[in-house]
């Protein structure tokens, strides 16, 4: 079967397309990296952790949360939950991946520790009351829609 010359026209544009399609769909949903991120309590900034200076900043005072710079977990106390108990919320950072997990969790049905490691978007915590979002210096919005 001899091929035509204008079945390889529609056989090239058709390529064509397929790849301007393909970086298209590439650059919209590529991940974007992020300098900081926001970590919430009840709508209230209570930590801020900038990926770029390596640095992790306490927005409150009081006891929580609680800051430990040699294992980079930021220690939150969450709201009350079964039998009025509130149990401790462990949020690991990572400057290199530049990105945040709540890693461990004392409640008792662990929901928020599912969510796994995050660059990007937010995590959300709400039997614990805890919201993660992530930024850029400058940014008047949350790193989420």
Do not use: H, W
């Amino acid at each position: 079967m001899k091929t035509k010359y204008r079945d390889i026209i529609i056989i090239i544009v058709v390529s064509l397309i397929a790849l301007f399609g393909y970086f298209m769909f590439k650059k919209a949903f590529n991940d974007k990296t992020y300098d900081k991120a926001i970590v919430k309590f009840n709508g209230e900034v209570v930590a801020t952790v900038y990926f770029k200076e390596r640095r992790v900043e306490k927005e409150v005072e009081g006891e929580y949360p609680k800051i430990d710079l040699k294992n980079n977990f930021i220690i939150i106390l969450g709201n009350p939950q079964e039998e009025n108990k509130r149990y401790e919320v462990f949020i690991k950072y990572n400057f290199e991946k530049r990105s945040m997990q709540i890693a461990k969790e004392e409640s008792p049905k662990k929901y928020c520790s599912r969510e796994g490691e995050k660059t990007s978007g937010s995590i959300t915590c709400l039997p614990n009351g805890v919201v993660i979002s992530f930024e850029n210096y400058g940014d008047d919005f949350d790193g989420y829609v």
